[in-house]
C-alpha cells in the first residue's frame, strides 16, 4: 500500500507518537509510507530518525493554497493510495489535493483523537473512513447528528509499541510514583502536587517526566516548595525514551482534568504491568476495572487521588493490579491488535476502488 501521513501539529505529543508508531510498522510490512509534516525540526527530526521520508510543506488548511498541490504531486494520478490525517483542517487538504491528483484511487481516512462534538460540516461524509480512538470520542462526536454514514465510522483503541527493558533485579529503595505527559494545566499536575502532599507517603519518590511553558513549570516548583515536597521530587524535564523510567517505578499517576480521549501515558504503565491511578472522565474506564487494573478517582479530587496512591503504598495490592493491568493491555490492546485493526480499515476502502 501507499501511505500518506498528514502532520501538522508544531510540538510533538501524543498524536505524532500514534503516527510515528503506526507509521513504521506499516513500513516494516513493505508499504510504501510518507509523512507530509510543517518544517518544524522539533517533530519532522523524529520521523527522519526512524528512517521515514519526510516532506514539509505550509498544512494551513482552508487558507493554504500551495500544499494540495504539492500534496496532489506526491499522490500521483495511478497508484492507490490511502490519506491518513489527524484532524479536519488537513482533511481539508487531504480532499483538495485528490481532487487535483485526478486519481479516483485515493481514500481518506482521519483519525479523531479528541473528545468534541462534531460541527455543522459538511465534509465528515466525504471521508472515506473515521477511526476514533474510544467509544467516548466517538460518541460525542456524533451526539450532534453529523452527516456521515454509519459503515465509515469505527472505534480502535489507541495503543503503544511496548518496549522491553532489562532492569536491575534490585528493589526500589524507595516508593517510585511517577507521571509523565505534557506539564500543562489540563493534565491535573497540580492536584497531583496536592495529593501526594496529603497522602505522606512515607519513604516515596515522586518522578515528574515532561516539559511545558516555563512559566507554569516554575508555579509548579513553587506549589512544590510551599508544599514541603520539593525534595521529594525530580523533575526531568523531556525524556526521550520513558520506558525505562516506567519500567523502574512502582506506581502511575495520570490525574488529567480533560476527558482524555486514548490516553497512551495510561497504556505504557499498563504495557508495563504497573498499578496506574487516573481520572474516570475519559476514555480510561473502557478499559480499566476500578479496584481490578487500576484505580480511577474524580478529576481534581484531591483526597480521592491521595487515597488511591496511599492504597497502593501496599505492596500486594499493587502487583496484583499491575498484573490485571497488563493482562487486558496483552489480550485488548496490544500493538499487533491495533495495526491489524488499522489495516483491515485500509483494506476494507481500498477494495473499493474505481474499476
Known amino acids: 500500500m501507499k501511505i500518506i501521513h498528514l502532520v501538522s501539529n508544531k510540538v510533538w505529543g501524543g498524536g505524532e507518537l500514534y503516527v510515528l508508531d503506526l507509521a513504521t510498522a506499516f513500513a516494516a510490512k513493505g508499504d510504501e509510507v510518507t509523512i507530509v509534516s510543517r518544517d518544524i525540526d522539533v517533530v519532522t527530526r523524529r520521523f527522519k530518525e526512524a528512517g521515514l521520508p519526510v516532506t514539509t510543506m505550509a498544512l494551513k488548511g482552508a487558507i493554504d493554497i500551495a500544499s494540495p498541490f504539492k500534496l496532489?504531486?506526491?499522490i500521483g494520478k495511478e497508484q492507490p493510495a490511502i490519506i491518513h490525517v489527524h484532524n479536519f483542517k488537513d482533511a481539508t487538504t487531504a480532499l483538495r489535493a485528490r481532487t487535483l491528483s485526478r486519481n479516483k484511487n485515493v481514500r481518506i481516512v482521519m483519525t479523531r483523537h479528541l473528545v468534541k462534538a462534531a460541527k455543522r460540516k459538511s465534509i465528515y461524509n466525504k471521508l472515506d473512513a473515521m477511526i476514533f480512538v474510544s467509544h467516548l470520542a466517538k460518541n460525542e462526536f456524533m451526539s450532534t447528528s453529523p452527516v456521515i454514514d454509519a459503515t465509515k465510522v469505527h472505534v480502535i483503541h489507541n495503543s503503544i509499541k511496548h518496549k522491553t527493558v532489562t532492569a536491575e533485579n534490585t528493589p526500589n529503595k524507595e516508593l517510585t510514583l511517577m507521571f509523565h505527559g505534557r506539564l500543562s494545566p489540563e493534565k491535573g499536575i497540580d492536584t497531583l502536587l496536592q495529593a501526594y502532599a496529603m497522602a505522606a507517603l512515607p519513604n516515596a519518590r515522586l518522578?515528574?517526566?515532561?516539559?511545558?511553558?516555563?512559566?507554569?513549570?516554575?508555579?509548579?516548583?513553587?506549589?512544590?516548595e510551599k508544599a514541603g515536597?520539593?525534595?521529594?521530587?525530580?523533575?526531568l524535564g523531556h525524556v526521550t525514551d520513558i520506558h525505562p523510567l516506567i519500567e523502574k517505578a512502582d506506581i502511575g499517576v495520570c490525574p488529567s482534568r480533560v476527558r482524555e480521549a486514548g490516553s497512551l501515558s495510561v497504556l505504557e504503565y499498563m504495557s508495563h504491568g504497573k498499578p496506574v491511578v487516573a481520572s474516570d472522565n475519559g476514555s480510561q474506564?473502557?478499559?480499566?476495572?476500578n479496584g481490578k487494573s487500576g484505580l480511577l478517582v474524580a478529576p481534581d479530587d484531591i483526597e480521592a487521588?491521595?487515597?488511591a496512591m496511599k492504597?497502593?503504598?501496599d505492596a500486594e495490592r499493587r502487583q496484583a493490579i499491575g498484573k490485571a493491568?497488563?493482562?487486558?493491555f496483552e489480550e485488548r490492546l496490544a500493538y499487533p491488535i491495533f495495526v491489524e485493526r488499522i489495516e483491515k480499515v485500509?483494506?476494507?476502502?481500498l477494495n473499493k476502488l474505481e474499476p
Open 325 to 328: 493491568a497488563q493482562k487486558t
Open 229 to 235: 515536597i520539593a525534595q521529594q521530587i525530580s523533575w
Open 72 to 74: 496532489a504531486r506526491i
Open 305 to 307: 487521588l491521595a487515597a
Open 207 to 224: 518522578i515528574i517526566a515532561g516539559s511545558g511553558n516555563d512559566e507554569y513549570v516554575k508555579e509548579l516548583h513553587n506549589m512544590a
Open 311 to 313: 492504597a497502593l503504598a
Open 346 to 349: 485500509y483494506k476494507t476502502i
Open 285 to 289: 474506564p473502557e478499559y480499566i476495572t
